[in-house]
């Protein structure tokens, strides 16, 4: 017969038992291997005040391990963590940025203005008609760096 302090024994360590078991089985090393992107976007040489940058996998490599991911540009300045980075292959870049916002709110605007000021500024070839491209290799990119004209 066991004993009530054996039996606390007994049940913790098959608690503890169990939680490493359920660690080692978290598919952590069933996630594909993912790199860290970061770097600047210049419009006409100057940082891009904010905007979007998303990555999509290119149709030519597209590695069935592939994802697509995306950040938001402050002061021309994009960081993607490794977590949430992109597998190494080929990537199309889209590049989404609205005109300045100020002026929204005013009462004297209609909603139809509001909505035209807020379109995307940026032309077509740069978001959807996008013509920008990076390989993502292993190792990573150190800083990619995007120089855009508004023409």
């Known amino acids: 017969m066991v004993g009530r302090p054996h039996r606390r024994f007994w049940c913790c360590?098959?608690?503890a038992a169990l939680a490493l078991a359920a660690s080692g089985c978290s598919g952590k090393g069933d996630e594909p291997?993912?790199?860290a992107v970061r770097g600047t976007v210049r419009l006409d040489?100057?940082?891009l005040a904010s905007g979007m940058i998303v990555f999509l996998p290119s149709g030519e490599?597209?590695?069935s391990t592939a994802v697509s991911s995306s950040d938001v540009i402050m002061n021309g300045r994009f960081s993607i963590p490794r977590a949430k980075g992109l597998v190494p292959t080929k990537y199309r870049i889209a590049i989404y940025a609205g005109r300045k916002h100020e002026g929204l709110r005013n009462p004297d605007i209609g909603p139809e203005q509001a909505?035209?000021?807020a379109k995307d500024f940026l032309p077509e070839k740069y978001n959807v008609e996008?013509?920008?491209e990076v390989e993502i290799k292993p190792g990573g990119v150190r800083e990619l760096k995007i120089d855009l004209d508004s023409n």
């Open 61 to 63: 490599r597209k590695s």
């Open 130 to 132: 996008t013509e920008l």
């Open 45 to 47: 040489g100057r940082p």
């Open 115 to 117: 909505q035209e000021r």
């Open 13 to 15: 360590a098959t608690l």
């Open 33 to 35: 291997p993912r790199e």
